[in-house]
Structures are given as structure tokens and as C-alpha cells.
């Protein structure tokens, strides 16, 4: 979930190749409204921090966290760095820019081997 359409399509692309079904979203509001329709087909949110709307991805994490706590969470920014608190314990950081490989290595090292889709198990 980003909210520039060049990255969100991007982030799109990369997930996808990961062996991901993408559900996309330009703001936190849409991504809330979405999840009760596919959580429990849901085992990761990429949210950006900084989106439109009174949702930024932190606020997000924290929803998804305390609502639907089998999903993993990677939350990524340019601009803004976590401080304590902002995001939940079993969310994760990526610093933006970023490539598709610094994803999908980011990938493999913080998901649970049964939450990585067949493309992240092979060896690199």
C-alpha cells in the first residue's frame, strides 16, 4: 500500500513475482474498509508511512495488529523513522528507496518460513 501510484504499482509487480496476491489500497481508510472482506486470505501488509487521509501506516499497522494479529507487517518510508510505539512489536521496518531485491530479502529474513510464498523459499 503506497500512495504513489508508480510505487504502489511497482510494490504491486515485486510482491506478485514473490508469489503474493496483491489487494491495493492508495490510503488507510480503503485498506481498512478492504480487510474484513479478504483478512483471512491476508498474510502480509506493505504499507507506506505517509499516505492521504486521516490513516497514515503506522496508525494502519496498529489496526491490522490488534484486529487481525495472524497478518505480518512491513511498514516502509523515505521520510519518517519509527519511534517507540509507533509500530507494533511484530512489525517490521524498510527504509525507502528500495529495491526489489532489498524487499525480497527483506522478505525472507522476517517472515515465518510458513507465511513466505513458494518464490521466497527457493535459495538465491
Given amino acids: 500500500m503506497d500512495d504513489n501510484a508508480i510505487i504502489l ?5 515485486i510482491l506478485t513475482n514473490a508469489g503474493f496476491r496483491c489487494y491495493e489500497a492508495d490510503h488507510g481508510e480503503a485498506a481498512k ?5 479478504h483478512a483471512e486470505n491476508i498474510t502480509l501488509l506493505f ?13 494502519l499497522a496498529r489496526h491490522v495488529a490488534e484486529v487481525y494479529p495472524w497478518i505480518e ?10 519511534t517507540a510505539g509507533d509500530m507494533p512489536e511484530n ?18 529474513e522476517t517472515l515465518p518460513d510458513g507465511k513466505k510464498p513458494e518464490p521466497l523459499t527457493r535459495a538465491v
Avoid at 474498509?33 to 472482506?37: K, Q, T
Fill in 33 to 37: 474498509a478492504m480487510l474484513p472482506s
Fill in 73 to 82: 507487517i512491513v511498514i516502509a518510508s523515505g521520510q519518517v523513522k519509527p
Fill in 9 to 13: 504499482m511497482n510494490l504491486g509487480d
Fill in 47 to 59: 504499507s507506506d508511512v505517509e499516505m492521504p487521509g486521516d490513516t497514515d501506516g503506522f496508525a
Fill in 91 to 108: 512489525a517490521t521496518f524498510l527504509s525507502k528507496p528500495f529495491s526489489a531485491q532489498m524487499v525480497l530479502d527483506h522478505l525472507r
